[in-house]
């Protein structure tokens, strides 16, 4: 067999369309001998038939593993250079109450940024001081939240905001401890970073405005300034982007120190993943020592001591440690010029994940419930919505005999797949399930249509809570009520 020219060039014609390539799966995932997947030690099969599908599964002691080894290779890197560091676990890639108390327990703080994060993150039982929150719009009451319930660091995101937070943080007689994040005006993304004097973005401040910012935001007595905070972007490989962006920031750090202490530096997340056998993610522990490295060459060239240093990984952490399973509802080839493409549809798609229509993102895709040695053909997934653009893996290679009724499972989704999830098309977000040693534990239930109804006020009034009207027996029929 030789490979489909439609396939993209990264794309190699597997020998075995049934192997698990390393690095893209979940720890704990295997093939069992019978050819299904199990994870967690739970079967995939197990999981639809309990669960349903589309679901989410997360293998917990991946997903802790991987926050622990995080924290434990920064923590022996940075000490190594003198000094300590704070691991954020960046909850916008995914957050529930469970995966919060994952996170504390791995010995990670939790980084937020919406009141609803917030209030999850308490929900689980957070200590408020464990908690650094983000955004570029903070409302009023956010702020106010944040201060009166004692967050341990806000982030000041633009002007405006300092006196915000100062106010706020007066009103609660607190002394808020903050952080300017700034932009170092390098943007990097995967292998490329490109280094410019300003960033046209929404986030943060130009990094030539800190020190008149930082003046101000010293000259509140209800403010403590902690340091600079920068995040440069995403799915980033490699470290010379954080490297060129460390480096922008101490020199003006550096400056800084001459007006009072600057503890910490904060350089955010964005360490890349796999999620193909194309991508090449630096590994935690070198990535880990590369940033030391250049932390302390950058401050020993300055002069200056080593600050505590602060970053904030989702993706790295709970990516890989998920996957989604799916149904397959029918299958369709299309020839194109000689060449064909099987076009495998789900019962999900772009409510689920919505990265690939978002991002053009990749993934990769794997038989669940079995294997087969019938020859791979190139196959797109294509999710069930009213988006030609709704595809979830836009090419991999699937067992030929890929039919309807077969599970298929999706590697790397634990990170922006349930975060970024949505109800077009009326579809119910799905369920979030844990599985280790052999038992699942759903960690999120899944939204039902009577759900999202409940929320409409033409069916369920009492959705509305402004609605004052008297509720008179002419108020509309449930549509279950037997048509007359
Ligand atoms: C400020 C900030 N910190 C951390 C992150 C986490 O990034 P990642 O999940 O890629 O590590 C993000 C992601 O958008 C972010 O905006």
């Known amino acids: 067999m030789a490979t489909n020219p439609l396939a993209p060039d990264w794309l190699g014609l597997p020998d075995d369309a049934n192997a698990l390539a390393r690095g893209l799966w979940p720890a704990t995932l295997l093939r069992a001998p019978e050819g299904e997947l199990v994870i967690g030690g739970v079967p995939a099969s197990a999981l639809a038939a309990e669960f349903g599908t589309p679901l989410y599964v997360v293998d917990e002691t991946d997903a802790r593993a991987r926050a622990a080894t995080l924290r434990e290779a920064f923590e022996a890197e940075f000490a190594r250079i003198g000094t300590t560091v704070h691991i954020y676990y960046a909850g916008k890639a995914f957050l529930s109450t469970e995966v919060a108390r994952w996170m504390l327990a791995e010995g990670l703080n939790i980084d937020i940024c919406s009141g609803g994060e917030l209030a999850v993150a308490l929900a689980a039982g957070t200590p408020p001081h464990r908690l650094g929150f983000h955004g570029n719009n903070k409302s009023l009451t956010e702020i106010d939240d944040a201060c009166r319930l004692g967050v341990g660091t806000i982030v000041i995101d633009s002007p405006v905001e300092i006196s915000r937070v100062a106010e706020a943080a007066a009103r609660h007689g607190a002394r808020q401890t903050v952080r300017l994040r700034v932009n170092s005006g390098v943007h990097a993304h995967t292998h ?27 000259a509140e007595p209800s403010l403590r300034f902690l340091g600079l905070h920068c995040h440069i972007g995403s799915q980033i490989f490699g470290a010379d982007g954080f490297a060129e962006s460390a480096s922008r920031l101490l020199a003006v750090h550096a400056d800084l ?33 590369r940033l030391a490295d250049i932390v302390a060459a950058e401050c020993a060239a300055r002069g200056i001591p080593v600050p505590v240093v602060a970053f904030e990984p989702g993706r790295a952490i709970i990516g890989p440690a998920g996957v989604t399973l799916y149904e397959v509802g029918t299958t369709k080839a299309v020839n194109l010029g000689g060449n064909t493409r099987l076009y495998v549809s789900v019962d999900g798609g772009m409510s689920d994940n919505a990265r690939p229509a978002l991002y053009g993102a990749d993934y990769t895709v794997r038989l669940a419930n079995r294997s087969s040695q019938t020859d791979p053909v190139l196959v797109r997934v294509a999710g069930k919505h009213c988006e030609s653009g709704d595809i979830v893996v836009d090419a991999d290679y699937l067992p030929g005999d890929v039919a309807p009724g077969d599970l298929v499972m999706v590697a790397a989704t634990g990170a922006y797949c349930w975060s970024l999830s949505n109800n077009y098309n009326f579809v119910g977000r799905p369920a979030v399930v844990a599985v280790a040693g052999g038992i699942p534990r759903m960690l999120v239930r899944g939204e039902t249509v009577a759900d999202l109804l409940a929320r409409d006020t033409g069916f369920s009034p009492a959705a509305d809570p402004a609605d004052t009207r008297p509720k008179s027996p002419k108020s509309p029929k449930s549509p279950k009520e037997p048509a007359r």
Do not use: C, W
Not at 260 to 284: C, H, K, Q, R, W
């Open 257 to 289: 120190l001459a007006g009072g202490p600057v503890p910490e530096m904060n350089l955010g997340g964005g360490f890349g993943i796999a999620y193909t056998s194309a991508d090449t993610p630096t590994p935690i522990r070198e990535l880990a020592a």
């Open 192 to 218: 490329d970073f490109l280094a410019t004097a300003h960033e046209d973005q929404k986030f943060g401040v130009a990094l030539e405005d800190a020190p008149a910012l930082v003046a101000r935001i010293r």
